[in-house]
């Protein structure tokens, strides 16, 4: 995958890009799993 070689900000924003064919349940999923970890960090 080129992915992988991408550094790992590209790749999140490649991921960002590509959420946009995503559902909005697959959507709201990420972002919640997200937040629960920056929650959890701090």
Partial sequence: MLLTKM?????????LLRGINLPQKVIKHLINDILITLVIRL
Wanted: no cysteine; proline share 11%; net charge neutral.
């Fill in 7 to 15: 550094p790992h900000n590209n790749a999140l924003a490649s991921m």
